[in-house]
C-alpha cells in the first residue's frame, strides 16, 4: 500500500534506528513517533539480503539504545518477548519454536531465522529479545499453520539481528 506502520529499535547512540525492511521501502516520508513525539526521518538504506532497513530522525530523539545480542544463542524452547509500539499488547512474552531456513519468493532467504509463538499482533519491525533484554530479531512476518515439533501453529517470524552487524557500517556509508 501507500501508507505502512511499523516499528524499529535504535540500535546506536546517533540515533539509527533498525527495521524491517518492507515498512519502508519506496517511502517519500518517513515520521517516526515515540511515545511522546513525532518527528521526521529519513532512509539510510535497505539491504535486500537481509530484509533490513536502517532509518534516522532528521531531529533529535530522547532516550538511549537497545543492547545487541545474538539469536544464535537462543535456542528452541527459550522464552523471549518480542516489544513493539502498539498492538493488544505492546510487550508479549513467547518461545522459540523453530529456527530455520526461511525463503519468500517475493524479498529473502534466511539461513536460520527464528520463529517464535504465540505470535505479536503488531510484528512489523517488533524487537526480538532474549532474557536479558538484549536484541536478537527483528519481526517480519506472521504465518499461520506454521508446523513445529510435530503440531500447526500460529507464528512470527523474526529476521536474525546477527545477519545486520556485519554491514550496518557499509549501509550507513553507502
Known amino acids: 500500500g501507500t501508507e505502512r506502520i511499523g516499528h524499529g529499535v535504535r540500535i546506536r547512540d546517533d540515533g539509527l534506528i533498525a ?6 521501502h519506496e517511502a517519500e516520508n518517513v515520521w517516526i513517533g515515540t511515545r511522546s513525539t513525532v518527528v521526521p526521518g529519513f532512509v539510510v538504506g535497505y539491504d535486500f539480503d537481509s530484509g533490513f532497513a536502517l532509518v534516522k530522525p532528521a531531529l533529535p530523539l530522547h532516550g538511549g539504545r537497545m543492547q545487541i545480542g545474538s539469536a544464535s544463542d537462543l535456542l528452541i524452547g527459550d522464552a523471549v518477548s518480542v516489544m513493539s509500539s502498539s498492538g493488544n499488547e505492546q510487550v508479549i512474552e513467547a518461545r522459540v519454536v523453530a529456527k530455520q531456513e526461511f525463503a519468500g519468493r517475493w524479498e529473502y532467504v534466511i539461513d536460520q531465522a527464528v520463529f517464535t509463538t504465540p505470535p505479536h499482533d ?3 519491525g517488533a524487537a526480538l529479545l532474549d532474557r536479558e533484554g538484549r536484541l536478537c530479531g527483528l519481526g517480519s512476518l506472521v504465518i499461520q499453520g506454521f508446523e513445529a515439533n510435530g503440531s500447526t ?4 517470524m523474526f529476521v536474525p539481528i546477527d545477519l545486520l552487524e556485519p554491514i550496518v557500517d557499509e549501509i550507513c556509508e553507502h
Open 122 to 124: 503488531s510484528w512489523s
Open 153 to 156: 501453529a500460529t507464528v512470527n
Open 19 to 24: 527495521t524491517i525492511g518492507y515498512v519502508v
